[in-house]
């Protein structure tokens, strides 16, 4: 499985943005699609996930209020929203694929490249 994130770029606090994820290769339904962030000098933090299929999504408690999870099956993409951005959400963004709904990154089978996320106040 190929992971392809895209969508980050430098914007002002208060702003939406959103990222894609675009999955190509062996895809399965039973693929669990998750995004996480990461900061300099911190681990990766779990963001949000989606089942591949269903409608079942999953969030990290402090971003659900701000952040939405969705994907485009025929597209193969999943998407993620963030608005009101804060200079806090600045991170580099990675999307990742697993067979379970984990916040951990040991629970990932496969990365994408990270996109960067710059908010500025």
């Known amino acids: 499985v190929q992971l392809q994130a895209s969508g980050g770029g430098l914007v002002q606090a208060g702003d939406s943005l959103r990222l894609s994820c675009e999955a190509s290769?062996?895809?399965?339904?039973?693929?669990?699609i998750s995004w996480f962030r990461q900061v300099p000098g911190k681990e990766r933090e779990f963001v949000a996930a989606?089942?591949?299929?269903?409608?079942?999504?999953y969030y990290e408690e402090s971003v659900k209020v701000r952040f939405t999870i969705s994907r485009d099956n025929a597209k193969n993409t999943v998407y993620l929203q963030i608005k009101s951005l804060k200079p806090e959400d600045t991170a580099v963004y990675y999307c990742?694929?697993?067979?379970?709904?984990?916040?951990?990154?040991?629970?990932?089978?496969?990365w994408g490249k990270g996109t960067q996320v710059t908010v500025s106040s």
């Open positions: 990742a694929a697993g067979q379970i709904v984990t916040p951990t990154e040991s629970g990932m089978d496969y």
């Open positions: 290769g062996r895809t399965s339904s039973r693929h669990v």
């Open positions: 989606s089942m591949w299929s269903g409608s079942s999504v």
